[in-house]
Nanobody, 111 residues
Framework: VQLVESGGGSVQPGGSLRLSCAASGFTFSSAGMSWYRQAPGKERELVAAINSAGVGTYFVDSVKGRFTISRDNAKSTLYLQMTRLKPEDTAVYYC?????WGQGTQVTVSS
């Protein structure tokens, strides 16, 4: 199993980023997937999750209405569209499948 995140970067408050997670080594279309984040000095937290068909989603309250999770099963890729970013969204973002994690991608929101 391999999960490779990309798309992180530095943006100003109010900006947008789209994270991608390229998956391999398992049947992606049958797998529920999730995004987590970990800010400095804080525990890793679940940000969003999506079921295998892409029709069931979950978002932590702090990102509801700003983040969208989606997937392209033909490309074995998970996405996290982040809009109206806030400084408190600064963290390393990880995708996860069961006990498998990607290496993470840094998102920094700062003016």
């Amino acid at each position: 199993v391999q999960l490779v995140e990309s798309g992180g970067g530095s943006v100003q408050p109010g900006g947008s980023l789209r994270l991608s997670c390229a998956a391999s080594g398992f049947t992606f279309s049958s797998a529920g997937m999730s995004w987590y984040r970990q800010a400095p000095g804080k525990e890793r937290e679940l940000v969003a999750a999506i079921n295998s068909a892409g029709v069931g989603t979950y978002f932590v309250d702090s990102v509801k209405g700003r983040f969208t999770i989606s997937r392209d099963n033909a490309k074995s890729t998970l996405y996290l569209q982040m809009t109206r970013l806030k400084p408190e969204d600064t963290a390393v973002y990880y995708c996860r499948r069961l006990n498998y994690w990607g290496q993470g991608t840094q998102v920094t929101v700062s003016s």
